[in-house]
C-alpha cells in the first residue's frame, strides 16, 4: 500500500464547486470506511462525509445536501463533490481510511488510521 494522494481543491467564489479527489489504491478493499475531514484555522478537526464498505454514507449535518462522497473503484479513488460552497467551508480537507474496523462512529476520527497529505479549499464571499 502506498500513501493517500489527495488532488483538486483550490481557490472559489461563494456558491461554486470544487471536487477533491484521493487515490486510494491498496487502501479501497482494505478499508471499513473511507473518510473526508476538515480542519479550519483555530478549529478542531471534524469528519465531513465517510463511505463504509457496505455502501452507506454520511455526513455532517453542515454539508448535508451540497457535498456527496463516492468511490470510483477502477480508478481506486474516493471522491467529494463539493457544490453550494461558503466561506464556512474554507478548511484544510483530509482523506483518511479506516483499515481494519477500528470501530466507533464514522465521524470519530481516531477510526481512520491512514491519512492523506490534505489540500487547502478557500471559499470567499
Known amino acids: 500500500q502506498g500513501q493517500l494522494m489527495q488532488s483538486g481543491g483550490g481557490s472559489v467564489q461563494a456558491g461554486g464547486s470544487l471536487t477533491l479527489s484521493c487515490a486510494a489504491s491498496?487502501?479501497?478493499?482494505?478499508?471499513?470506511?473511507l473518510g473526508w475531514s476538515r480542519q479550519a484555522p483555530g478549529k478542531e478537526r471534524e469528519g465531513v462525509a465517510a463511505?463504509?464498505?457496505?455502501?452507506?454514507?454520511s455526513y455532517v449535518d453542515a454539508v448535508k445536501g451540497r457535498f456527496t462522497i463516492s468511490r470510483d473503484n477502477a480508478k481506486n479513488t474516493i471522491i467529494l463533490q463539493m457544490n453550494g460552497l461558503t466561506p464556512d467551508d474554507t478548511a484544510m480537507y483530509y482523506c483518511a481510511a479506516d483499515v481494519g474496523d477500528r470501530g466507533g462512529n464514522w465521524n470519530n476520527l481516531s477510526k481512520y488510521n491512514y491519512w492523506g497529505q490534505g489540500t487547502q479549499v478557500t471559499v470567499s464571499s
Open positions: 491498496g487502501y479501497m478493499d482494505r478499508s471499513y470506511c
Open positions: 463511505i463504509c464498505h457496505d455502501g452507506t454514507t
